[in-house]
């Protein structure tokens, strides 16, 4: 998509963060952008592919450490590291971050919203689409503040860099972005050709859509937008569990939206956060529990727990005795002589596990760091499960639930046998939870559907690792002694970080912290 060509000059000109100090501060009335801008389409498609810019990518996947399902690599005070073991901190730099990352998106959504309908020289079903995803954009970047930090500021035109800004309930803010939504969804195309692949589309509005409300237990919104997606007819799953996250899965048509890149503009470099074998830092460490919510197609062989597993376990987890994109046999035993042996250095696995889900060896092993696969934020098999959960919550369980759910289990490669029909809504609603951590593991989900089913101090089991025999024969686990903490009564919510309090009094923090 031609909008990566051109972000570095707009984000650091006429739309940069200046300094960094205060997310919500703005370029002043008067500035360079209101002087030279909203002549000519190209600056409204300028000012818009910026704001691109700050959508999530592969480093999303950390925020799974936050969870029961995996855990980060040890690392220095007020990192992402901290916020894994639950020592959450409004100075936290990771805490800080994303909430940064997320008010430039949002400045920089505000203006083309604010100034497009100045323009006088381009075609205006263009201007028209180009403002809906602006809308859109600011639409995703508010579900992902609200859904971390709870109420935020409203702030939907630019402000003046000294503005004073209150938080807005979350539950406003939430009928903001479907309003949003409701109003661009006509706007937006079904589908783009050429250099437009992996804008905004119809479909992306309605599955954002459903996300929010189904996060908010909007059930009824939630099950409506998502059934409007699979009525749309342009989705599908795609064939390959595996490949759908490489290379050939690009554009596919189980991708709904995904933040695109592009050579000299930006990589993915899924294989920095795998195994240390293939040139990885084992960030990412995925655990036991993630093994164990796997199903069996047979009986389990209790010499060898991975054998007979649901496929995508190995899909997305690399574990003792498993083929390595590389050809190599993976080994992290504590007896191991490969790069892999647990935690025998600073980028090796400290639980045995490996992330191998995006690892096109064929296509980046040989040069990783300039890896250009796309990061998939929201794709037709979530869009299947949203629906089902909605339906189950709703306790509708009728065929059609049934057929989302089981039509994500029985993709060719997965083949998972069907889920039959009889349930309850207790069962249902176990079956649909697993899945969802099952099939959208390492994708950025997981802490907010954890935190939405209220299932935060599942964080305080045991942390465990690979299971293994050692050299007498018994069998181990990996345990590291670790604890970490939950708080019910704060930890569902991120603290407002510490440097944007010092700087807005109305702001206030969320409880407890």
Not at 252 to 277: C, K, L, M, P, W
Request: charged share 20%; net charge negative; aromatic share 10%.
């Amino acid at each position: 998509m031609k909008k990566n060509i051109i972000i570095l000059f707009i984000s650091i000109s006429i739309l940069g963060l200046p300094g960094c100090e205060n997310a919500l501060d703005t370029i002043p009335t008067g500035s360079v952008s209101e002087l030279i801008f909203w002549q000519n389409q190209s600056d409204a498609e300028l000012a818009v592919n910026a704001a691109y810019r700050e959508l999530d990518g592969n480093g999303i996947a950390y925020l799974s450490t936050a969870t029961e399902l995996a855990m980060h690599a040890p690392s220095g005070p007020q990192t992402m590291y901290d916020v894994a073991v639950g020592n959450l901190d409004p100075t936290n730099y990771s805490i800080r971050d994303y909430w940064a990352r997320y008010w430039v998106g949002i400045r920089k959504a505000n203006d083309p919203i604010q100034n497009i309908d100045k323009i006088e020289t381009g075609d205006p079903e263009v201007l028209a689409r180009l403002k809906a995803e602006a809308r859109f954009l600011r639409a995703y970047y508010y579900t992902m503040l609200t859904t971390l930090y709870g109420d935020v500021p409203l702030v939907t035109e630019p402000l003046d860099i000294t503005a004073q800004v209150s938080r807005t309930s979350k539950s406003e803010v939430v009928d903001f972005i479907i309003g949003e939504l409701d109003a661009i969804t006509g706007t937006l195309p079904v589908s783009y050709s050429g250099d437009d692949i992996g804008r905004a589309t119809r479909g992306a509005a309605l599955a954002l859509k459903a996300r929010v409300a189904l996060y908010n237990d909007r059930y009824s919104v939630a099950r409506d937008a998502a059934k409007a997606v699979m009525d749309l007819g342009v989705y599908d799953l795609y064939p390959d569990y595996q490949k759908l996250f490489w290379y050939e899965g690009k554009n596919s048509s189980e991708v709904i939206f995904d933040h695109q890149y592009g050579v000299g503009y930006g990589y993915t470099n899924y294989i920095s956060r795998s195994a240390a074998s293939l040139g990885g830092g084992s960030g990412v460490d995925p655990l036991r529990a993630y093994l164990l919510i796997h199903e069996y197609k047979g009986t389990q062989d209790p010499e060898n727990e991975y054998t007979g597993l649901d496929p995508r376990f190995g899909y997305n987890v690399l574990y003792p005795g498993a083929v390595e994109p590389n050809g190599a046999i993976y080994n992290s035993l504590p007896s191991s002589t490969t790069q892999d042996q647990l935690a025998s250095t600073e980028f090796t696995t400290n639980y045995g596990f490996n992330i191998v889900k995006g690892v096109d060896w064929a296509g980046d092993g040989g040069n990783p760091e300039q890896s250009t696969i796309n990061f998939i934020l929201i794709r037709y098999a979530d869009v299947l499960l949203m629906y089902a959960e909605a339906k189950i919550e709703l306790n509708e369980i009728d065929d059609s639930v049934y057929d989302a759910i089981n039509e994500v289990r029985t993709r060719p490669t997965v083949e998972m046998p069907a889920i039959t029909t009889g349930k309850s809504q207790s069962e249902m609603r176990e079956i649909v939870q697993r899945e969802r951590k099952v099939e959208l593991a390492w994708e950025g989900l997981h802490l907010f559907d954890m935190n939405r089913w209220q299932q935060g101090e599942l964080k305080t089991q045991q942390v465990l690792g690979i299971r293994y025999k050692n050299d007498a024969g018994e069998w181990v686990i990996v345990n590291n002694n670790l604890t970490r903490n939950f708080r019910p009564d704060r930890d569902y919510l991120w603290p407002i970080p510490q440097n944007e309090i010092e700087v807005n009094d109305n702001i206030g923090q969320n409880p407890n912290y």
